[in-house]
DNA sequence: ATAAATAAGTTAAACGGTTAACAACCAACT
DNA sequence: AGTTGGTTGTTAACCGTTTAACTTATTTAT
């Protein structure tokens, strides 16, 4: 492995020189032959620089640190793989590289601190939280990564205290779907979440009682299911349900995975969609464009989310100290799977 | 920011001596004494070790590169998240993290040229391929990574030379969806691949047309269709499709997604699922098993091919010099979408 | 009683770059 | 003649950790 001492050694003159060159092509420090000579050795040794070596002198690494509590493989969630995009897409634009670092640990706090561990030394990081997580853990992973004394962002995590840079997801924590079909006319409605567990599914079902206990059916709990965002599950859960509630006219689920299976659910208990039965999921993902009839959807723009969060941060890095919450607010997508009840 | 230094002076013994116990616990030239108070300085100091200091001294960061020559998004493409989900199961469970770098490059190789600039230093490398590249890139671009001198797999790449690692999926440029097709009694085969570039679709192309031209109604060029691998595309191309070649009896799509609209593109034209056309998709996602009917696919073993390929360059930065190549068959999963024409 | 082994450290060089501070030379200006 | 300024460099310290080689004191074995 070649060195910039071997480089300097080669044309005969200091590695200060080849280092200021290769720094910054335009320096007048090293003379147009000596520019070439050193260009010719490069390529000669194929000399790359030692990523580790700079870092280490400079204190920036041109990474950014993903810090997902989860011990779930990743890249195999929807709303994840969105947000990451977006993350990706402008981080790399401006440079930077991204770091997933692993954990063995079980527990949230216990992986976000071993993701540190591990990964300290990135310029900033992103820190997410999952539907596993509690606002206990919640907190302490942030303070945990408020301690690397590192810019950092917070993805997916309920409001916290001033100082710490947030995009919100204004609907991720609200059952709009709900919303949406009793608008429509619907009173008999069953709400399929993803986990049982975990403070995002806490705050779903509060909002949907509240909403529910404003009408005379009222609130049912027995009416929260629980498909695990997987389709499998979803699929069987709504079949039982439609035969113990028959008098169920719309669904909300709280992804379009679940919604897609609900569908097919409430096909082969011989109803259909929309007539029967109203459906409408969330996400807009490619799952709702490829339904039929075509799934009306909550759009919670995880990816622009995710562009927002990776510029937020990157404004951090530039050395902007105001912090900053940045709400993003979910939209209706109308489509074929909701009708009006009148 | 707290270094080993510190600490060590803090409690008055030498860096080294931290360093010792911090790398192995067990180690009897550290009293115990000493041990735990290098712990209560390790706690009180915050001490995080700094992992380019580390690597930059051990010469090994626990970072596997990934290399992906494209200007796309990452983790919006099915068969990519299958791969890495693959990967991240498998190198987390070995402790280590995976390293995504940017580049702002337009060509396939300028591409990996950079990432590689500016990763340098992981332990080893994944190489991956697109629709996009040449067989010329590609084996540029395996000659940048060789050069690094560091353990690498390539995936989604076909059979080169010797002595490299390679993942390869058998039927990755190979129309198996059309062979069951044709097994099925259908002739009118429509052929619906991705891109209209790169060497992919050139196998499958030449693949296709071997196998058509064994039969009277033989080959033709028109019915080999581009969906760009969206939705929209897809639909569109095939609404087209069906009404110019009416005869169609079925369709072979390289990718689920493009099965999937196709299906409504067929019900949009009139027509049904199987009893009119069947379609056969790839990849075995999600998608398939949210259509109505159910999408019989062939299955790549994306996921499997990722773990393969993890494992593989696992063992080769083990110690393993023996290059191999691990080859994945696909199989073919039967579901409703397809149907016997006697 | 003496040699060998063990425990508990320390020293100093090395990893590969970066950068502030210094220096030598020459040309140009006043 | 002396000052200023631009070119083209060099020197040496530093970033934070690791590790081979050395030291010293204390046990243990013969």
């Known amino acids: 492995m070649s060195s910039i001492k071997e480089i300097a050694k080669y044309i005969g003159i200091s590695p200060a020189s080849v280092s200021i060159y290769l720094n910054n092509k335009d320096t007048?420090?090293?003379?147009?032959?000596?520019?070439?000579?050193?260009?010719?050795?490069?390529?000669?040794?194929?000399?790359?620089?030692?990523?580790?070596?700079?870092?280490?002198?400079?204190?920036?690494?041109n990474?950014?640190?993903?810090?997902?509590?989860?011990?779930?493989?990743?890249?195999?969630?929807?709303?994840?793989?969105?947000?990451?995009?977006?993350?990706?897409?402008?981080?790399s634009y401006f440079g930077y590289g991204i770091l997933f670092f692993p954990s063995s640990a079980q527990s949230s706090i216990e992986i976000v601190k071993e993701q540190l561990e591990k990964s300290a030394g990135c310029?900033?990081?992103?820190?997410?939280?999952?539907?596993?997580?509690?606002?206990?853990?919640?907190?302490?992973?942030?303070?945990?990564?408020?301690?690397?004394?590192?810019p950092f962002v917070t993805l997916n995590i309920p409001r916290v205290d001033e100082d710490v840079n947030q995009v919100l997801l204004e609907d991720l924590d609200v059952v709009s779907g709900v919303r949406y079909l009793l608008k429509n006319g619907h009173r008999n409605i069953l709400l399929l979440l993803g986990r049982s567990k975990g403070e995002h599914s806490r705050y779903l079902k509060d909002d949907f009682k509240q909403l529910m206990e404003q009408y005379p059916a009222g609130y049912d709990d027995h009416k929260v299911l629980y498909g695990e965002y997987s389709a499998e599950k979803s699929y069987s859960v709504i079949r039982t349900a439609l035969e113990k509630y028959p008098e169920t006219t719309g669904i909300c689920c709280m992804s379009d995975i679940m919604a897609a299976s609900s569908m097919q659910a409430i096909r082969d208990s011989g109803k259909s969609v929309p007539s029967d039965i109203s459906v409408i999921g969330r996400n807009n993902s490619i799952h709702s464009k490829l339904?039929?009839?075509?799934?009306?959807?909550?759009?919670?723009?995880?990816?622009?989310?995710?562009?927002?969060a990776a510029n937020l941060l990157l404004d951090t890095l530039a050395g902007?100290?105001?912090?900053?919450?940045?709400?993003?607010?979910?939209?209706?997508?109308?489509?074929?799977?909701?009708?009006?009840?009148?």
Do not use: W
Request: glycine share 4%; net charge positive; aromatic share 8%.
């Open 28 to 61: 007048n420090r090293v003379s147009r032959e000596t520019k070439i000579r050193i260009d010719q050795a490069v390529k000669d040794f194929n000399y790359h620089k030692n990523f580790f070596a700079k870092s280490l002198s400079t204190h920036e690494s």
């Open 63 to 91: 990474l950014i640190g993903i810090l997902i509590p989860t011990i779930l493989p990743l890249f195999e969630n929807d709303y994840t793989n969105a947000l990451l995009a977006g993350i990706q897409t402008r981080l």
């Open 123 to 150: 310029d900033g990081y992103l820190l997410f939280s999952t539907g596993f997580c509690t606002m206990n853990q919640i907190r302490k992973n942030i303070e945990e990564v408020k301690q690397t004394k590192r």
């Open 291 to 308: 339904t039929y009839p075509l799934l009306s959807t909550i759009d919670l723009h995880m990816r622009e989310a995710g562009l927002s």
């Open 320 to 342: 902007n100290t105001v912090t900053q919450k940045i709400l993003m607010s979910g939209s209706l997508v109308e489509r074929d799977s909701v009708r009006m009840i009148v």
